[in-house]
């Protein structure tokens, strides 16, 4: 049988724990008072005593990606500034300019930085290009602008379209 193929809690790894005294009948009269088996009640205070860590990388970006949409769907000073100070934040962290962070993170949140800039450019390009009509697109696709350039002159029945 393969482990796709197995329960969850056959694949959880197995652990025999030895208790003082009494400490087993608390935890499953506590358990059994809000419902739960003895298992899921010490994994559930384990769990919330020795909490996953979280990675610096995947922080940072849930900030700036948070930021960034609060600050495009509410039209909030205060927003605009809580962006624009934790883009900054990261930024100086990225650059040298704020203290007391080591290399290896300073080198990791500025190869991310510069991963996200990346990403943001694109979504942005991508936008921008959405929103072109055909003619815009076309005129970039040839010259990479969209700049239009109309002679006031010509009379519109005689284009060419």
């Known amino acids: 049988m393969s482990d796709k193929d197995k329960y969850p809690s056959e694949l959880a790894e197995r652990f025999q724990l030895r208790l003082p ?12 008072k809000h ?15 020795f909490p996953e860590p979280w990675p610096l990388a995947t922080q940072i970006t849930q900030l700036v990606t948070l930021s960034t949409a609060l600050k495009e769907a509410i039209e909030d000073q205060s927003l605009n500034n809580l962006g624009d100070t934790l ?7 990225a650059s040298g300019r704020v203290l007391g962070v080591d290399d290896a993170t300073r080198q990791a949140v500025a190869n991310w930085l510069i991963e996200w800039e990346e990403q943001f450019e694109e979504r942005q390009r991508d936008d921008y290009e959405m929103s072109l009509d055909e003619e815009e697109q076309q005129t970039l696709d040839r010259a990479g602008i969209t700049a239009k ?3 006031p002159f010509e009379d519109p029945k005689n284009s060419d379209d």
Not at 35 to 49: A, C, D, K, P, Q
Not at 87 to 93: I, M, R, S
């Open 21 to 32: 005294v009494g400490l087993r009948d608390r935890i499953k009269a506590y358990a059994e």
């Open 87 to 93: 883009l900054q934040t990261v930024k100086g962290v």
């Open 35 to 49: 419902g739960r088996s003895m298992n899921t009640e010490i994994v559930r205070l384990l769990e919330r005593e």
């Open 149 to 151: 350039f109309i002679d």
